[in-house]
């Protein structure tokens, strides 16, 4: 089971340990964004700390009905005590847990602020 918050922005806020494989490792305090298709998306000053390996460039349409072009890496995180070799996208935002990285997961918020975020593996 993995514990987060939610923040006074009402972001469910948890930290999540990135890195590329056991080398180097950081732990990032990610919003969860149930809109976000992917994985996990970094500030590209993250995923060049950690030396993340570029792998793709991929068209991704965004809320707003807008397409960009997100270069993606490659990532170790430590989901469910467990590594698991992830896709991340680079982006100018703060960092992103997407419903791909989710799936499989049950996700609970106490939607009140420092309310409790707890998500646990369903298998």
């Not at 965004?62 to 982006?91: C, K, N, P, T």
């Not at 009140?112 to 593996?121: D, M, Q, W």
């Amino acid at each position: 089971m993995m514990q987060g918050f939610m923040n006074q922005s009402c972001e469910a806020i948890i930290p999540v340990v990135v890195g590329h494989s056991k080398a180097r490792q950081r732990m990032v305090q990610a919003v969860i964004d149930t809109g976000f298709t992917g994985f996990l998306s970094l500030p590209l000053a993250i995923i060049e700390l950690l030396e993340l390996p570029w792998i793709f460039r991929d068209s991704v349409t965004l809320g707003d009905g807008s397409e960009v072009l997100f270069d993606m890496y490659s990532a170790s995180v430590i989901w469910h005590g467990q590594y698991r070799v992830v896709d991340v996208a680079a982006s100018e935002a703060e960092p992103l847990v997407g419903m791909s990285l989710l799936y499989g997961s049950k996700l609970q918020i106490e939607a009140v602020e420092r309310g409790i975020v707890t998500i646990e593996a369903m298998m």
